[in-house]
């Protein structure tokens, strides 16, 4: 595994397990979420959730923004984003 796959899992542990001191707004949690996806899975695919879906819309819209964007790319601003917070 290499180091940079190593330092985004701990960083998306971080996260997930994160105890009451780690308070990310909807907005961080949108941005930690497409860099996640973005990072494991590329692209975004598939149609937009339609506008009575407000959180799958707002988890693609997201997503697309970081359309592009390498898998190392995403994991290293992931990464850079949870150290900011830190």
Known sequence: MSDLKARFDEAVNY????????????????????LYKQATEGDVSGKRPGMMD???????????KAKGMSSDDA?????????SLK
């Open 54 to 64: 407000f959180v799958g819309r707002a988890k693609y819209d997201a997503w697309e």
């Open 15 to 34: 996260i997930q397990n994160a105890e009451g001191d780690f308070k990310p707004s909807n907005e961080l949690k949108l941005e930690f979420y497409a």
């Open 75 to 83: 994991m290293q601003k992931y990464i850079d984003k949870l150290e």
